[in-house]
Structures are given as structure tokens and as C-alpha cells.
């Protein structure tokens, strides 16, 4: 089932299409080293071996994790011969990602002088897997998951040389391409055990194809790209008030197997950083949902959760509290270590009395409105402002209460 020319390919027609890169390479036959990231199952093997094919290299494969340096050197000294000769090596690494820094470091020399031509291949964000001196000297191309009409042209193709029908019917056939979950391989595999499962003129409908495959896993990795990318989702959408897509990837991540305690911290973290005081019961409710879900544990404690989400989602928004905590902190690692004015500072011996220390301070509930309106800000610094409520949720009310406290100052103060 391997393709034999790049217009085979199925599913990465941003690649394979006219102007594509991979298009463009087949056509000037000229090669250079590649990272190729992208899920399993989307054609990242088949690729590099027609490259090897189109451009008249000797195919080497490797896996990162069944090979050590010693396997490498062995690989680079063969190349070396075949270029001695004339003949260049492309080095296909399946997994490049799984070798260590100084193991990713082994191929800067033979990339550079030209001994291999190298195509490594990795389901993780070659920015954060990947050496950025191999980045540097090799192509990132982007594979993309098989969508829906992709599957099922490759379900045709196993058709056609199996010169048998799948024993599904229409409905069977999409749910089939469904299971796969953007993987080609695991769609082909999927078909194997359909032809297993049928008898003789058996057709399975939907519900018959669901008990023959049972459920595939979802495409999840709890430590790696898919956990990362799911929870930022989640996050997004809670912060763009869409409570129905914020369920989803919750869902999502709950149906892949994700930790609730995970997602429990990170409804919380949601609450400070992008509802903050315009509803300060969010903070309240995420908590009391995590705390929820200890007691009850899984899959009740799920849905507790999920109220905190919804919740989350449907709150009035502000990130003012977040940013005047940042600009604060910027503000305070800048200016160094100002003293206080020694208004505000006790003074429990005589010296510290005679030096000035809480020399005329105001006790602000013996002012009128429980506000005195005096300075607090080191003299070198002066009065800086980090906190700008909208007018938005419970906020709103803080925001007339700043208001009013500053036309107080300005006019206790005499500028006003």
C-alpha cells in the first residue's frame, strides 16, 4: 500500500501540490536535510523514500530508539564510502527526537560536508525536541493528520488491490474513516480486521463495525504535544466565553485520559489570570470544584469540573488584576530596594521616634469617607498605577471606588 510516486500521497497536498515544497524538490531532483513533523500514520516514511528514490540516493533507516552512537557511527562510515564513490546516502531517522542533545549533535558534521543527506522524522515540536544547531541546518515540513476524504481514498486504494469490497455499507464506511483519527496506518489496519472479522457475504453496519473494532485510543500523549495543545485550547476558549467548545476539549481531555487534578489547577489558574475580580466568585467556584472532586473522585468528580467550566466560561472577563500583578513585579525588580516613607512606618523605640518614624501618619478611619488620601509611595519612585479595572462584572464597582478615593486625594491634597 506504499505509495510509488509522491502524487500518491494522500492528505498533504499543501506538500505534494503545485508550489508545494516536497513538489518543488521532486522537480529540481535537488535534495536537502528535512525535519518532518507530524501524527502518526501520515506519510513521513513513504516520503522519505521516494525523496531517496527521485533524487538517486542509497535509502538508509535508522530509529532513535533502537540505535546508540556506536549504530550512527557505523552508518556515517558507510556513507562516507558511497560518497567516496560518488553515491550519495539519505539517512531517514524514524523518532529523532528521542535521541539526546549530544546524539542530535553527531549529525552537524556529516549534514555539513555533505556525507548524508538527512530526513528526520518526529511527532513532537521539533522546537522544543530538536537541537537548534541541527534546526538550523535542516527544513522543518509540517505533516498534517489524514482527514476524513484522505482515509477513505486510501480505503479505496486497499480495495482495489485486495480486489475485494470492504463488508461495509455507506454509514460503516465514514465511521471506519472516523476511528482511524487522522492515521492512515491504523486506517488500513482497522480495514484488516474488518475482511478478519466478516463472513461470508456479511455486511456490518455501524453498530456491527463498532463491535468488531471496539474504540481506538484517542491521539494523546499526557506529556508531550497533544496535552499541551488541548489544554491551551481549553484555556482559550474559556477566555473567549464559548462555554459549548470549552466543554469539548475538556471532554476531550478527560476521554484521553488526562489527570482531573491537572485540569482542576488549571481551571483555577483561569479564574485568576482571565476572570480576576470582575466576578470574584470564580476563584471560589474553581476551587470548591477541585475540592469537589477529591471527595468524589472519578467519573462522578468529572462533573464538577465541568460546572467550573461553564462557570468559567460564562463570567464576566478581565486580566486587569494579571497585569498590574506583572507590572507591579517589573516595577519592583527595577527600582531596587526603595524605603518606605517613614510616615507609614512604626517606630517602637525613641530613636526610631526621633528619626521620623510614623511622624504624622493619618489613621484613615478617623478621616471622613475612612480615607485619608496620603502617600505611600517611596519618594525616589513616586505614585505609579498597575491596576486599571474595566467596566466590566464586579469590576465595575471598583472602578468607582477608585475614582472616588483619587478625587478625594486630589483634593486633600490641594490639586484640586
Known sequence: MRP???????????????GGALRRVVEARSLGSLVLWGPPGTGKTTVA??????TDLIFEQISAIFSGVA???????????????????????????????????????????????????TTENPSFALNAALLSRARVLTFRPLDEAAILRLLDRAQKQEARPLPLDEAA?????????GDGRAALTLAEEVWRAA?????????????????????????????????????????GSDPDAALYYFCRMCDAGEDPRFLARRLVRMAVEDIGLADPQALIHARAAAEAYEQLGSPEG???????????????????????????????????????????LNAPTRLMKEEGYGADYAYDHDAPHAFSG??????????????????????????????????LRRERSGRE
Not at 4 to 18: K, N
Not at 49 to 54: D, G, K, P, Q, T
Not at 304 to 324: E, H, M, Q
Not at 382 to 393: A, K, N, S, V
Open 173 to 181: 464506511r465514514l465511521a471506519l474513516a472516523r476511528f482511524a483519527d
Open 4 to 18: 510509488a510516486v509522491l502524487s500518491d500521497l494522500v492528505g498533504q497536498e499543501h506538500l505534494t501540490g503545485p
Open 374 to 407: 496620603q502617600d505611600y509611595w517611596p519618594p525616589a519612585l513616586g505614585r505609579q498605577l498597575f491596576y486599571d479595572p474595566p467596566e466590566r462584572g464586579f469590576e465595575r464597582e471598583i472602578r468607582k471606588r477608585l475614582e472616588f478615593w483619587e478625587k
Open 199 to 239: 463472513g461470508e457475504g456479511e455486511v456490518f453496519d455501524e453498530a456491527g463495525l463498532a463491535s468488531v473494532i471496539q474504540r481506538r485510543a484517542p491521539v494523546y500523549d499526557k506529556s508531550e504535544d497533544g496535552h499541551y495543545n488541548l489544554i491551551s485550547a481549553l484555556h482559550k476558549c474559556v477566555r
Open 71 to 121: 549504530d550512527l557511527k557505523k552508518v556515517f562510515e558507510a556513507a562516507r564510502l558511497r560518497q567516496k564513490m560518488g553515491q550519495g546516502t539519505l539517512l531517514f531517522v524514524d523518532e529523532i527526537h528521542r535521541f539526546n542533545r549530544a546524539q542530535q549533535d553527531s549529525f552537524l558534521p556529516v549534514m555539513e560536508d555533505g556525507t548524508v543527506v538527512l530526513i528526520g522524522a
Open 49 to 54: 523514500r521516494l525523496l531517496a528514490h527521485e
Open 302 to 344: 468529572e462533573l464538577a469540573l465541568a460546572n467550573a467550566v461553564i462557570y468559567l466560561a460564562t463570567a464576566p472577563k478581565s486580566n486587569a488584576a494579571y497585569t498590574a500583578y506583572k507590572g507591579a513585579l517589573a516595577t519592583a525588580k527595577r527600582a531596587g530596594s526603595l524605603a518606605p516613607p517613614k510616615t507609614i
